[in-house]
Nanobody, 128 residues
Framework: QVQLVESGGGLVQAGGSLRLSCAAS????????MGWFRQAPGLEREFVAA????????SYADSVKGRFTISEDNAKNTVYLQLNSLKPEDTAVYYC?????????????????????WGQGTQVTVSS
């Protein structure tokens, strides 16, 4: 089993920044890649970014490219999501997730089905 705990969400004005963290514990040797997803009220959970645990591969949704940056610290078993130039449409609950079998560079990494473990989510609210 793996446990994921997110932190760092909050309320920010448009144009502002936040950094989300996701700490993994338990069977962390099973990590192949980590991802961030988000879900706004009434909408489906959507892919935001993913990173291979080696750090060599990253992928981003078109809507966040150039604004968000995913990174990882293997020594701390933690993945980060830096959110810059935030927009009101970025408002959502952000979830981190772990996959033991799909690389971040794979198109499958864009699907929630590729991920076996999920955090509880952290709310990001961007005011206009």
């Amino acid at each position: 089993q793996v446990q994921l705990v997110e932190s760092g969400g909050g309320l920010v004005q448009a144009g502002g920044s936040l950094r989300l963290s996701c700490a993994a514990s338990g069977r962390t040797f099973s990590i192949y890649a980590m991802g961030w997803f988000r879900q706004a009220p009434g909408l489906e959970r959507e892919f935001v970014a993913a990173i291979s645990w080696s750090g060599l591969s990253t992928s981003y949704a078109d809507s966040v490219k150039g604004r968000f940056t995913i990174s990882e610290d293997n020594a701390k078993n933690t993945v980060y999501l830096q959110l810059n130039s935030l927009k009101p449409e970025d408002t959502a609950v952000y979830y981190c997730a772990l996959t033991p079998r799909v690389d971040a560079s794979s198109p499958r990494a864009y699907s929630p089905r590729a991920y076996d473990y999920w955090g509880q989510g952290t709310q990001v609210t961007v005011s206009s």
